[in-house]
Nanobody, 122 residues
């Protein structure tokens, strides 16, 4: 149902935009978000938004990443700016249902994309 695009390699300080098609996901009480997993580390939240328009960001991306939805909420974007090597990871789009959608709380998310690799070189 979900598929990410826009990953790639960028130099430190550069920017990338990831996109996720969410057109096949349509739930009244939706949660949408981005998570990431670096090699050898556990998956962690990046940013989430919900059916109330409430958006959260994990501390390590605040001020650098910006979450946005396209028209008709068919696409979820994350604009990643001022990227650093420690942002290197596989980034996953996720969808779920709930009234508590937070980047630090993955429980509501049950639908995941295959992931997009982001590599930031020094």
């Amino acid at each position: 149902h979900l598929r990410e695009s826009g990953g790639g390699s960028v130099e430190s300080g550069g920017s990338l935009r990831l996109s996720c098609s969410t057109s096949n996901y349509n739930h009244e009480s939706y949660c949408l978000g981005w998570f990431r997993q670096a090699q050898g580390k556990e998956r962690e939240g990046v940013a989430t938004t919900d059916h109330n328009g409430f958006t959260t960001y994990t501390d390590f991306v605040k001020g650098r990443f910006d979450l946005a939805q396209g028209n008709a909420r068919t696409t979820l974007y994350v604009h990643m700016n001022s990227l650093q090597p420690d942002h290197t990871a596989s980034y996953y789009c996720a969808a779920g249902v709930g009234n508590y959608c937070r980047s630090w709380y993955p429980l509501p998310f049950y639908c995941w994309g295959p992931g997009a690799q982001v590599t930031v070189t020094a």
